[in-house]
């Protein structure tokens, strides 16, 4: 399989279209079998359901090349099972876990001439989706869907070196307690994108969302977990029930027990004590983790021993571990790679 002439290391973090993409739809109360398509186009009636009251969810993943040269992706079961749950929060009939990754498998392969090189420090990300497709104006749930799966490479995400992030913490509410927190709804990023813009605006990376009842405790930020490193290296994350359950974040605590040995705890952590932390990191899929440096409440700074010019140790470690698993490296925990059969 020849690869397409891309420059891979100057990739960003946008979209390309690539060969292949695989719709299902849902009608009549089941899907239908599915199938690749080189159309990246949808045609859908303006009364969508989508359009009118944003129903869809969806996931993100990566394939890449390992340094012996397979094609994989990470934990992608578990992004299966997050879009069930997605899916039945907003009464989207599920789509079953075992043909979301036939789907993946078939939709990478499809595109392998994109899955960027070993050591290129790109990716080929994976987006998976569901929306209800048919007319809907009395709000209810729609009653046929579609679901979708494209792919697009994306460019390595520290280009130039790690530059550790400076936060602030928001002014607005990313989830209400019983709400859509913990469901990976698009719904949830439209509603974030003034705060985002905001925050840009003010010269600050992200935003540190606090728990809406009481403002007293860590979420997360629009699009990641937090972790924290306490100055005897145990690893702290926020347990809460309006958070998005971060594989990357899961995959990390994982790693911080078995791998190297660390306490870990997941458990409510209150702003107030976040200044006597060591370390602090973002975890999604796009970076893996991104190290924080300062997090600005309303003027007054907390500034983290590991400083504005790299990660600090334990955050390295960590980081190193996991991308050792996933580029095969290390070996990995039982079913965390799934091998990409490429004709
Ligand atoms: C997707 C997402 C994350 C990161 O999850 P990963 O599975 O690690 O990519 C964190 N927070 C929110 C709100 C998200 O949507």
């Given at each position: ?228 490193i306490?100055?005897d290296n145990k690893v ?16 990390l605590m994982t790693v911080a027990k078995d791998y190297l040995g660390l306490e870990v705890e ?47 140790p334990v955050?390295?470690k960590l980081?190193?571990t ?8 290390l ?13």
């Amino acid at each position: 399989m020849e690869k397409k002439n891309i420059d891979w290391a100057n990739l960003g973090f946008s979209y390309m279209q690539t060969d292949q993409r695989f719709v299902s739809n849902y009608r009549d109360g089941a899907w239908d079998e599915g199938s690749l398509t080189a159309d990246p186009n949808i045609v859908l009636n303006e009364c969508a359901g989508v359009l009118q009251y944003a129903q869809t969810v969806f996931e993100g993943l990566k394939a890449y090349t390992t340094e012996d040269g397979r094609i994989v992706t990470f934990r992608p079961d578990l992004n299966a099972e997050r879009l069930e749950n997605s899916a039945r929060r907003l009464e989207i009939p599920v789509y079953p876990k075992e043909k979301f990754l036939d789907a993946i498998d078939r939709v990478v392969a499809a595109n392998a001439a994109y899955v960027p090189p070993y050591g290129s420090g790109a990716t080929l990300y994976i987006r998976p989706y569901i929306f209800g497709t048919n007319a809907v104006i009395g709000v209810k749930p729609a009653d046929e869907y579609q679901f979708r799966v494209f792919t697009t490479p994306v460019g390595p995400y520290f280009k130039g070196g790690i530059k550790p992030l400076t936060i602030k913490v928001s002014d607005f509410d990313r989830a209400a307690p019983h709400g859509t927190g913990h469901i990976k709804a698009g719904l949830n990023y439209a509603m974030s994108l003034h705060a985002i813009v905001t925050a840009h605006a003010e010269g600050f990376d992200e935003n540190m969302y606090l728990d809406a009842a009481t403002r007293t405790k860590v979420e997360e930020t629009g699009g990641a977990n937090f972790i924290f490193i306490t100055k005897d290296n145990k690893v702290v994350t926020p347990k809460s029930n309006s958070i998005l359950p971060s594989i990357t974040r899961r995959s990390l605590m994982t790693v911080a027990k078995d791998y190297l040995g660390l306490e870990v705890e997941e458990r409510e952590v209150y702003f107030d004590e976040v200044g006597d932390f060591a370390e602090c990191g973002l975890c999604g899929t796009a970076a893996v983790i991104s190290p924080v440096g300062k997090i600005n409440d309303h003027g007054k700074e907390i500034v983290f021993p590991s400083g504005m010019e790299d990660m600090g140790p334990v955050t390295r470690k960590l980081y190193d571990t996991l991308t050792g698993i996933q580029m095969g490296h290390l070996e990995a925990p039982e079913g965390w790679i799934r091998e990409i059969p490429v004709k």
